[in-house]
């Protein structure tokens, strides 16, 4: 397949896939005479992708680029976009090397999953030691900051990474982020939805492969919960690092359809199978056997390129050697793809999530609403000003009070939410009522406000959110 019809194909499994409007569409299987010659042109003849993740500093390496352009035709950066590369300081973004990667795939005509909004490591030393509302409210905007500024070039979005513990129970994962309160992994989600409704929203982990494992019952369940109450998530992601202590199991395809029978894609996010030779390759060629046989786990991508590429070099657990020679393990993936069966449209759903948003990304306002002025007051007390993401069944809502010529001691917002709306969550404030007048007043921290100066609280909920201009009563 020439790369213009690759494209061709691509852009039919990005259509299909993305927007979650078209995630009831067939998606187009391009039948060829030969089989196909690359894992990307493969993968797309199945109406999936086959990816890599990549390293920015890489992208000078000619080898690495070459096979990357060749082969592959998704993009995850491996560290770019992360909360230390994204938000070095507090308030300050830093794009450049995720852009790179993003322009580098995009100009090849392949597709990005983002990789992290908000996860317990890599945070960089402010959001590190932060904790409780103050955190809720860092880690919201890092989401909303982080998936505005990628609107539209984000297939799929690893909103939440590993937040749940391994071993029995069940648990979730210890972290500062969790210790906000246990609803911050949906937070997360709603305000992803609001800030790019176009891409999908994964969780993502690993040890989630084996169907028998407490961690994998506890994201599946968590899952479910999602799905019951309507928290707008469309995929898992299984990270599938495999070796002797985490095995690919004999049962992972049964985790594949068990989680996309919950109504979600499935991404097998960041392979990669230690050992060797024809072990390790029939192992490769198990996994994606398994993948093609889930008509809903749309995509592979590999957790580097070459075995020197990986972050367990010393187990040679990619497709490439550290040469960029192809491995049995590159034969074995290639033929499984190439032998797969064809995307069953039976199997595609027959109605769009309900979760989803009903207009594309390109419908979006570019700059969200605001309600209520943007001065300060001319005299003592204060105004309240509501900046929105509203989305198909909810909205997030961010107020800024803003103290007049005196000070504060503390503060209390009236909003009027529309007929059928309703607060479902909040956070740097206490909120009283949760349909048609609500008020939020300041909690311990946040109530003294300088003359002049300014402080924020949000709220998110099902339904529209308000549009008339807030009160704002000084105490
Ligand atoms: O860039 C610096 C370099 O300047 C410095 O000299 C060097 C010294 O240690 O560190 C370099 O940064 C390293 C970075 O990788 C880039 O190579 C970090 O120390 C190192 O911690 C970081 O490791 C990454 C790891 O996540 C961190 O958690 C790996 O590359 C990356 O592959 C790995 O990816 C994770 C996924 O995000 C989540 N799932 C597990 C997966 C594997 O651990």
């Not at 469309?234 to 395809?253: E, I």
């Amino acid at each position: 397949m020439n790369r213009s019809s690759r494209r061709r194909v691509l852009a039919a499994v990005f259509s299909a896939t993305a927007g979650l409007t078209m995630a009831a569409a067939v998606i187009t299987v391009t039948h060829t005479a030969q089989a196909a010659t690359t894992l990307g042109a493969s993968a797309a003849e199945k109406g999936r992708y086959f990816g890599a993740a990549v390293a920015n500093y890489k992208l000078t390496d000619t080898t690495y680029v070459g096979i990357l352009n060749r082969e592959f035709n998704q993009v995850t950066p491996e560290n770019e976009m992360k909360i230390d590369a994204t938000e070095p300081q507090q308030g300050v973004f830093s794009y450049t090397n995720a852009d790179r990667i993003v322009n580098h795939a995009r100009a090849q005509g392949m597709i990005v999953r983002g990789h992290t909004l908000a996860w317990h490591s890599q945070q960089p030393g402010w959001m590190q030691s932060m904790s409780g509302t103050a955190l809720r409210s860092a880690m919201l905007n890092h989401v909303t900051q982080v998936a505005t500024y990628y609107r539209g070039k984000i297939h799929s979005w690893d909103v939440v990474n590993e937040a749940f513990a391994d071993g029995n129970g069940g648990a979730r994962r210890d972290s500062n982020l969790q210790r906000t309160g246990n609803d911050w992994i949906e937070a997360a989600f709603r305000a992803a939805r609001a800030a790019d409704p176009g891409a999908k929203l994964c969780y993502n982990d690993y040890n989630t492969d084996n169907w028998t494992w407490d961690k994998t019952q506890a994201v599946y369940n968590m899952v479910r919960d999602f799905k019951t109450r309507g928290v707008p998530i469309d995929c898992v992601g299984l990270q599938s690092h495999f070796n002797s202590g985490s095995p690919y199991p004999s049962n992972y395809r049964t985790t594949l359809s068990s989680f996309a029978a919950l109504g979600v894609d499935v991404q097998i996010t960041e392979l990669d199978i230690e050992g060797s030779g024809t072990t390790q390759a029939n192992t490769y060629r198990s996994v994606v056997a398994d993948c093609l046989a889930v008509a809903r786990c749309t995509g592979i991508t590999v957790w580097g390129i070459r075995d020197t590429d990986s972050w367990r070099a010393s187990g040679t657990p990619l497709l490439f050697d550290g040469s960029g020679n192809k491995k049995a393990a590159y034969t074995s993936t290639l033929e499984a793809l190439n032998a797969g069966g064809t995307t069953n449209p039976t199997t595609q759903p027959t109605t769009p999530p309900t979760t989803g948003p009903t207009t594309p990304p390109t419908t979006q306002p570019t700059t969200p609403p605001t309600t209520g002025p943007t001065t300060p007051p001319s005299g003592a007390g204060c105004s309240a000003r509501v900046t929105l993401n509203q989305w198909g069944g909810g909205f997030v809502a961010t107020v800024r009070v803003t103290a007049g010529s005196a000070p504060l001691s503390g503060w209390t917002v009236g909003v009027t939410l529309p007929s059928g709306a309703a607060v479902t969550n909040s956070w740097n404030t206490t909120a009283t009522g949760s349909s048609g007048s609500v008020s939020f007043s300041n909690v311990g921290y946040n109530g003294s406000v300088a003359a002049g100066g300014a402080t924020e609280f949000g709220f998110q909920g099902t339904g529209v959110g308000p549009s008339a201009t807030p009160t704002c009563t000084a105490r």
